[in-house]
């Protein structure tokens, strides 16, 4: 099972900053904390909290396989290689790719809040989208 979304393992799940919680509303590219403002037409979400996902993987029989950023797990598994066919003189077709990876890999972006969890049976050979950023410990 592979799961990537954006979260924190406990203890930074669980620090004191987010006394409140992690909930957020999101309406028209603003955000707010009031889940009753438009309901219905505003997205709520919440971090997820990958110690407990690792903790019930494990508890049901399955081995951790892997716990790192979304950017090293994508550089991990070639991203760079869509880009690379493709030439910086070419900006029409370069320039769009490379602001697609900035966004996916860069640490102001999704690259470091997403996480990628993966947990499993019996995998016999280590999963390459974690050969380096493991983030286990942080669980």
Sequence with gaps: MLFIDYGFGAREFY????????????????????????????DITAHVNFTDIAECGIDAGLELAGYTSQAFFLINCGITELIKDTSPENLRDYLPL?????????PA??????KVIALG????NPLSGFASGDLTRSL
Excluded: I, N
Excluded at 98 to 106: D, E, G, R, V, Y
Excluded at 109 to 114: A, I, K, R, T, Y
Excluded at 121 to 124: I, V
């Design 109 to 114: 972006e999704m690259g470091e809040l997403f």
């Design 15 to 42: 620090h004191p900053q987010r006394s409140s919680g992690t909930m957020m509303c999101h309406y028209r590219h603003h955000a707010h904390d009031d889940p009753f403002f438009l309901p219905g037409l505003q």
């Design 121 to 124: 049976k019996k995998l016999a």
């Design 98 to 106: 490379s602001a697609q990876l900035q966004k996916l890999t860069s």
